[in-house]
């Protein structure tokens, strides 16, 4: 190569450097100004409870009118962004995350408080409002989105993992529809379901990557036994994005299919998958219909392969999970061990009840909080 190329292709990643940084700083800055509205709104949202909450005198004087006066006066001196559907949406925003105000310094506290209640002018107020930009890390839509849950733990759930998964508003929204919170509690233990309010998904065991069901609505199938099983693969295949988004965390995608041969005789696992957080090797088993004991035991075979023949010794045991479209709890006790690392999770082509999923985990809930209360009298 002669100096000439070689200055060339030093200058064009000088250029590619600028280039990168400048889309960098332009998706840092966009960001920023997101979170500045965020926390804006948030501030909006305290200004009207704040003034609710001044006296009866302002009650009697705007009463219900309070919001479409406010929306009214504030359109004609700002523009646009607040009707009334958007200060209320200010207002539930502030009420759902009011905790916050303990954070703020107590002398700004009180000439907020003192300017709203007391009329005072707002020329006193020391508060800087960036220093609230630490407390939200999503963008507007995405609280939009999270103010409609009404339960506090199933909220922060969904906000620890949006915030840790990028998940954009529309994968936010397709997370909650699917009833994430509420199935991948009701796969664990029910003493750990607390754990998901506080630190999201951890995933550090192999049961803290299964669900029950699986939902894959996203592959567009009908809900009728005429598919074929290759069929339902293929689907999978062809929007394996979204079926590794549905998986969860961790999941990178191997193989399709994959051979091993025995004496002669040729095995195909149907999905293999690696999991970077549990350091281990996932295989997935398709089944169109119920499950059975051959099924199970065949899935042992497979996981008893990887683990003799293809993990290395730095690696964990392989998981092998078999989804089926209906299985029995009681085949699947009875088949396998205690400590086996094979699970059997349902698969739904709709989206499920959140209604019954609630109910369910809402069932679980109160029976520990029955035990708390005999364990603390017993």
């Known amino acids: 190569m002669n100096d000439n190329k070689h200055i060339e292709m030093k200058f064009e990643n000088l250029l590619q450097?600028?280039?990168?940084?400048?889309?960098?700083?332009?998706?840092?800055?966009?960001?920023?100004?997101?979170?500045?509205?965020?926390?804006?709104?948030?501030?909006?949202?305290?200004?009207?409870?704040?003034?609710?909450?001044?006296?009866?005198?302002?009650?009697?004087?705007?009463?219900?009118?309070?919001?479409?006066?406010?929306?009214?006066?504030?359109?004609?001196?700002?523009?646009?962004?607040?009707?009334?559907?958007?200060?209320?949406?200010?207002?539930?925003?502030f009420m759902n995350y009011k905790e916050i105000t303990q954070t703020v310094s107590a002398q700004s506290l009180s000439l907020i408080n003192h300017c709203i209640q007391d009329s005072l002018p707002i020329a006193p107020i020391s508060f800087k409002p960036e220093e609230l930009m630490k407390y939200f890390k999503l963008g507007w839509s995405h609280y939009v989105t999270l103010?409609?849950?009404?339960?506090?733990?199933?909220?922060?759930?969904?906000?620890?993992?949006?915030?840790?998964?990028?998940?954009?508003?529309?994968?936010?929204?397709?997370?909650?529809?699917?009833?994430?919170?509420?199935?991948?509690?009701?796969?664990?233990?029910?003493?750990?379901?607390?754990?998901?309010?506080?630190?999201?998904?951890?995933?550090?065991?192999?049961?803290?990557?299964?669900?029950?069901?699986?939902?894959?609505?996203?592959?567009?199938?009908?809900?009728?036994?005429?598919?074929?099983?290759?069929?339902l693969e293929t689907a999978i295949i062809d929007k394996i994005e979204h079926f590794l988004l549905e998986l969860g965390k961790g999941f990178l995608f191997e193989a399709r299919q994959k051979r091993f041969t025995l004496d002669d005789d040729h095995f195909y696992v149907d999905l293999v998958f690696y999991n970077r957080l549990l350091r281990c090797y996932v295989l997935i088993d398709l089944k169109k219909d119920k499950l059975t004991h051959q099924d199970l035991g065949q899935m042992q075979m497979y996981v008893n392969y990887f683990d003799r023949f293809v993990k290395k010794d730095y690696e964990n045991p392989t998981i092998g999970i078999l989804l089926c479209h209906r299985k029995n709890d009681a085949l699947v006790e009875l088949t396998l061990p205690e400590k086996?690392?094979?699970?059997?999770?349902?698969?739904?082509?709709?989206?499920?009840?959140?209604?019954?999923?609630?109910?369910?985990?809402?069932?679980?809930q109160k029976d520990l909080t029955e035990e708390k209360k005999h364990d603390a009298t017993s």
Not at 17 to 41: G, K, P
Not at 346 to 363: G, R, T
């Open 17 to 93: 450097l600028f280039e990168q940084t400048q889309t960098e700083m332009r998706r840092q800055a966009a960001r920023s100004v997101d979170i500045a509205l965020v926390v804006r709104n948030w501030l909006f949202g305290w200004y009207i409870v704040e003034f609710e909450n001044a006296g009866a005198e302002r009650i009697d004087l705007y009463g219900k009118q309070l919001m479409k006066n406010l929306a009214d006066k504030l359109t004609s001196r700002l523009g646009k962004g607040f009707s009334k559907r958007s200060l209320e949406l200010y207002r539930l925003f």
């Open 147 to 231: 103010i409609t849950i009404r339960n506090s733990e199933e909220r922060r759930f969904y906000e620890i993992e949006a915030i840790e998964n990028n998940w954009s508003v529309r994968e936010l929204q397709r997370q909650l529809e699917s009833s994430l919170y509420e199935r991948l509690a009701l796969s664990r233990d029910k003493r750990k379901i607390k754990e998901l309010s506080e630190k999201g998904q951890v995933v550090g065991f192999a049961e803290d990557i299964i669900k029950n069901p699986y939902i894959l609505e996203f592959l567009n199938l009908p809900e009728h036994p005429h598919y074929s099983k290759h069929e």
């Open 340 to 364: 086996s690392n094979i699970r059997a999770s349902e698969y739904q082509l709709y989206l499920p009840s959140k209604d019954e999923l609630k109910k369910q985990l809402e069932d679980i």
